[in-house]
């Protein structure tokens, strides 16, 4: 199944969810027309209001629609009838309809159309407004608060496929402050969230349905944005100060999937204790750093041979880059992280059948951080064609390695580093720019690994000798089956290893 969407659509559709009109003020009026100046960034053909009306304290809107179009396709979303109720009390209540229908029109490459009709749905939903014209604060509640795929047709054919996603529990407030820019901030959280998928590829009949759910979601975000910038210029949107940090953490989790291809099933189910992530970009750096703990995955069923059992103590990743050219080096960071990942002894039986080999947990993890210069805005839509046309989009000017561990069949590799580089002199290292600095490590079981895998007739004896001699070349023994190795690179291109020269 191919469904897609434009860039444009997808906020849309995301603006949707998180009641993108979240804009407001002491009187009904005087909200209603925040809302109206914040949906502005959808352009003048891209609302259409059908009525407003006061009576009393409560100001109706009827007939709120938003559409987006471009070569790709169209978005249409409509909000049905809002509320802005003043209650005596310098407070507005807003109130919105319980489904806002989308539909989502795409043409791909052939030529051929397909159209999703998506439903944004709640229940019990209050959003009390308090504050100023220039600062105001949001309460949210709702019991339940989801999206959900209605129907799928692609090329005019309908497609049997069902999703939702739903929130449980909502609580969390949202505040906006207007100056020079204006300032979003949002702290959400939901006691569960509840993700189902039922889709049957019209092609094969392959179908696919999976069931999840979320504990003790928290979702925060702080944005700054342009006021009042010109819809046609929203490609540029970073150049004219927009920045995001947003992060969300959850509590466990378990999802169930199983796949029937022409009655062949296959099962898998997954657990995890929790998670983080974090994430932020302007124009000048995106960071991003994430990490899930106690993961469990297993599977069954269909062409797998026999049941897999898969356990990871902690995942994460991280990165963190400048974005725009820099005049002098600018931070960078980069790590990932696999801790204690098990499998079942099956697994282990297809490379060790005789058991020689320690089944203990792997872990691999490496963390660097340095200094580089770039030589372009990467976000700037004017500078993408010499972006792409450019060998090298910059250059590195230092590297550290914080940590490095690679713990597998009883052997532990660890290390650190810290280099500099001078990318003047590309001669000395043809190629590339000179290093100077030092590189440590550390091993232990290596020897034993080694004469495991020969007689385990894996690798021949010779291939073992080769690699013996390189490192004797490189590390010196500092205890039973314990190696040391310390890379020297100096000024003048010299690389030495434990204090004699190889080069």
Do not use: C
């Not at 979240?22 to 003048?44: C, M, R």
């Not at 990467?378 to 993408?384: S, T, V």
Request: proline residues 4%; negative net charge.
């Amino acid at each position: 199944m191919k469904v897609s969407s434009s860039t444009s659509g997808i906020a849309l559709v995301a603006g949707l969810v998180a009641g993108s009109a979240a804009f407001a003020d002491v009187t009904a009026q005087d909200v209603w027309n925040d809302w109206k100046e914040s949906l502005a960034i959808y352009g003048q053909n891209g609302i259409t209001i059908g009525s407003e009306t006061m009576s009393g304290n409560v100001l109706t809107v009827s007939g709120l629609t938003l559409s987006l179009s471009d070569d790709q396709g169209s978005v249409h979303g409509e909000l049905g009838e809002m509320t802005f109720t003043e209650n005596g009390d310098g407070t507005v209540t807003v109130g919105m309809a319980s489904e806002m229908p989308v539909t989502v029109e795409t043409v791909d490459e052939m030529g051929q159309t397909g159209t999703v009709e998506l439903a944004v749905r709640q229940t019990g939903m209050t959003m009390l407004v308090s504050g100023d014209p220039g600062a105001m604060t949001y309460e949210i509640a709702a019991a339940r608060y989801g999206v959900y795929l209605d129907s799928v047709t692609e090329a005019g054919e309908a497609v049997d496929a069902e999703a939702s996603f739903v929130l449980n529990g909502v609580s969390g407030s949202y505040t906006t402050t207007d100056g020079e820019m204006r300032d979003v901030s949002y702290d959400l959280r939901a006691a569960s969230a509840d993700v189902v998928m039922d889709v049957t590829d019209p092609t094969n009949g392959t179908n696919v349905q999976m069931a999840g759910q979320i504990s003790d979601l928290g979702m925060n975000a702080d944005v700054t944005m342009p006021i009042g910038l010109d819809p046609e210029m929203s490609d540029q949107i970073f150049q004219h100060g927009l920045s995001v940090s947003a992060g969300y953490v959850f509590g466990p989790s378990n999802s169930l999937v199983n796949v029937d291809e022409a009655g062949m099933v296959t099962s898998a189910t997954a657990t995890a204790a929790g998670g983080t992530m974090s994430f932020a970009v302007d124009e000048d750096h995106l960071a991003y750093d994430s990490s899930v703990t106690a993961v469990a995955i297993s599977m069954t069923g269909g062409q797998i041979p026999f049941p897999v059992d898969i356990g990871i103590g902690e995942y994460g990743a991280k990165l963190e880059v400048p974005l725009s050219q820099t005049e002098e080096p600018a931070p960078f960071a980069a790590g990932l992280t696999i801790a204690d990942l098990t499998v079942s002894d099956m697994i282990w039986m297809m490379g060790d059948p005789t058991g020689a080999l320690p089944h203990d947990p792997i872990t691999a993890k490496i963390d660097l951080s340095g200094t580089v210069k770039m030589f372009f805005d990467f976000l700037d839509p004017a500078q993408a064609e010499a972006v792409a046309a450019s060998e090298i989009p910059g250059e590195v000017h230092s590297l550290t390695l914080n940590d490095l561990e690679l713990s597998a069949v009883g052997a532990l590799v660890t290390g650190t580093g810290d280099m500099t580089f001078d990318n003047t002199d590309m001669t000395t290292f043809p190629g590339f720019p000179r290093p100077e600095g030092e590189i440590n490590l550390a091993a232990k079981g290596l020897n034993g690994l080694m004469d495991k895998l020969v007689s385990m007739g894996l690798v021949p004896e010779d291939q073992i000798m080769g690699a013996r001699m390189m490192m004797s070349m490189f590390a010196v023994m500092v205890g039973e089956d314990e190696l040391n190795s310390k890379l020297e690179f100096t000024a003048d291109g010299q690389v030495l290893a434990n204090g004699q020269r190889i080069k």
